[in-house]
């Protein structure tokens, strides 16, 4: 209810559960309508998780890497840490944006600052003699870095009990 009343946490949540199909339906193109509302609102999270799966597309769901790291991008903007990996990673390698290295190292260098455990696994990669390529050849074969609980597969429950889907230094 609190979704269809225009709530974007809500909105978000019943988006998250669509996706990974706890409790309900699991829709991508569920998923998609529910966290587009949230994005629409400026909800980081949701930003980052349309972001997500528009990028890798899903059943219903073209696959569109430019609005990808445009939802990126916006939730970057509002200091999301998963954001700024996922857009990190699109610069590094070229998808939705102009290849950019100098940048994706920045954006997952922020990230890192901010305790991101993955920002730093990347950095460490990025830093290792071939990393940078082996980062970009293995990039078809991987869906985006982060999901809103900063672990790939992690549930909707995790996602909802998150402050804004904001990760906090551990």
Partial sequence: RAAEAGRPTAQLSLGLYHLYGHGVERSDALA???LSRAADAGLAPAQNELG???QSGGQGVPADATRAADLFRLATHQGHVQSMVNLGTACLVGKGV???EARARRL???AASAGDTEAVRLLAVLDRPG???ELVADDDARPPVHCAAGVEGC????HASKKNGQLSPE
């Avoid at 549930?155 to 995790?158: P, R």
Wanted: hydrophobic share 40%; proline share 5%; charged share 35%.
């Fill in 98 to 100: 102009p290849r950019d």
């Fill in 52 to 54: 997500r799966l528009v």
């Fill in 108 to 110: 997952v260098q922020r």
């Fill in 32 to 34: 998609a309508d529910w």
């Fill in 155 to 158: 549930d909707a429950e995790s």
């Fill in 131 to 133: 990393g940078v390529a």
